[in-house]
Structures are given as structure tokens and as C-alpha cells.
T-cell receptor, first 114, second 111 residues
Framework: DTAVSQTPKYLVTQMGNDKSIKCEQN?????MYWYKQDSKKFLKIMFS???????INETVPNRFSPKSPDKAHLNLHINSLELGDSAVYFC?????????????FGQGTRLTVV | DAKTTQPPSMDCAEGRAANLPCNHS???????VYWYRQIHSQGPQYIIH???NNETNEMASLIITEDRKSSTLILPHATLRDTAVYYC????????????FGKGTRLHILP
């Protein structure tokens, strides 16, 4: 069983479109994240949710809207896609409390805006 | 911004120990040292973490200096599958809700 799963794995779309990436974790974790990895391979945090509540929004354009229907899911909706949104997006989850809070990452969604 | 400094790349012969250094000279007392790696096109994978004592698990060993200003990740018998980018991260737990990745070290395992 995949601990953190993202769909789709690849997404090619035109500028101006609206798209969503879904993320689900079956680990019972309280915290979920979205990261963006650009062409220079820098991994940057975008959002962090804890028990469905937004904790961190790292100055991401408001075209990006995360939605957490329950604590096992954190979806990423992107409006009016731009060329610069092309990147690999990773979802992750971790359990709160204590030092043993390793994060588990999904396999990524490669978004290409044309 | 990442609070760690790592060499951009390293080579290691297959079967030998790979020793990856990390400098975290501004680490504070409640920050842990974490290591993750990212194999090409995959999501980052947790390796190990520690506070001040050396740690070992099935994947690697973590050696933290007594002053905690630097650490070394050791892969005891490197294989080709260990070729990846390795990230050293400092993180306050449990209050820190984000993992800040730096540029990491690209480790090449040579056959």
C-alpha cells in the first residue's frame, strides 16, 4: 500500500487552465504539506495543514488554493495556470508530536504548462 | 532559508562507505538534525535523525559532533542505488511545521 499517493503523476495543460492535484495519505498523520520542485531542483514548501487547518502559506500566489476535506486528504487547486507553474509538486505527511516526526513524501506530480 | 551547508557533490566507490558532511553551526539546542535523500524523479525519503547522540538504523549512521555544529551521514556499504541528492536539515520538533530543504549533496556511486 502506498503511504502517500498523488494523482495524476503527469499533467500537461495549457496556460490559463484550472487544474487540481489530489493527495491522500493512509498513515493517520495529522499534518500534510505541498512542496514545489522547480527546474533547478530546489524543493520549496508551499503549504502546511494540520488537522485540516492551514498552518503555513509560504507566500504562494492566491491562484494556488489547497483544500483539505479531511485530514487524510490535501488537494491542490491551481487557477489560471502560467508557464512558471511548470514544476514537480510533492505532497507529504507527518505525525505531530515528539521527535520522531519523519515526513513521508508522495512520488510527485509533474506539471507542464504549455 | 536552509540553516545547513553541504558540499554540492561527492563521489564514492561502490562497496565503500560514503561519508556525507553537513555544517549547521547556528543550530540551537532544541533543533534536531534530519537527513533525507531524493533518488532521481522520486519523492524525498527519510533516512535518519538525531539530537546530540550518534544514531544508527538499517539505512545509515549519523555522527553528530559534541558541539553539534556539524554532522556526518555514513552509508556503510554504498551501492549504485544510493546515488541520490542527500539533504541535511535542522528542525525544531514538535513545534516546527515545515521542513526546509537546502541544495543538498549530489552523491555519485561509482561502479
Amino acid at each position: 500500500d502506498t503511504a502517500v499517493s498523488q494523482t495524476p503523476k503527469y499533467l500537461v495543460t495549457q496556460m490559463g487552465n484550472d487544474k487540481s492535484i489530489k493527495c491522500e495519505q493512509n498513515l493517520g498523520h495529522d499534518t500534510m504539506y505541498w512542496y514545489k520542485q522547480d527546474s533547478k531542483k530546489f524543493l520549496k514548501i508551499m503549504f502546511s495543514y494540520n488537522n485540516k487547518e492551514l498552518i503555513i502559506n509560504e507566500t504562494v500566489p492566491n491562484r494556488f488554493s489547497p483544500k483539505s476535506p479531511d485530514k487524510a486528504h490535501l488537494n491542490l487547486h491551481i487557477n489560471s495556470l502560467e508557464l512558471g507553474d511548470s514544476a514537480v509538486y510533492f505532497c507529504a505527511s507527518s505525525q505531530d508530536g515528539g521527535p520522531n516526526t519523519e515526513a513521508f513524501f508522495g512520488q510527485g506530480t509533474r506539471l507542464t504548462v504549455v | 532559508d536552509a540553516k545547513t551547508t553541504q558540499p554540492p557533490s561527492m563521489d564514492c566507490a561502490e562497496g565503500r562507505a560514503a561519508n556525507l558532511p553537513c555544517n549547521h553551526s547556528t543550530i540551537s539546542g532544541n533543533e534536531y538534525v534530519y537527513w533525507y535523500r531524493q533518488i532521481h524523479s522520486q519523492g524525498p525519503q527519510y533516512i535518519i535523525h538525531g539530537l546530540k547522540n550518534n544514531e544508527t538504523n538499517e539505512m545509515a549512521s549519523l555522527i553528530i559532533t559534541e558541539d553539534r555544529k556539524s554532522s556526518t551521514l555514513i552509508l556503510p556499504h554504498a551501492t549504485l542505488r544510493d546515488t541520490a541528492v542527500y539533504y541535511c536539515i535542522v528542525r525544531v520538533v514538535p513545534h516546527d511545521d515545515k521542513i526546509i530543504f537546502g541544495k543538498g549533496t549530489r552523491l555519485h556511486i561509482l561502479p
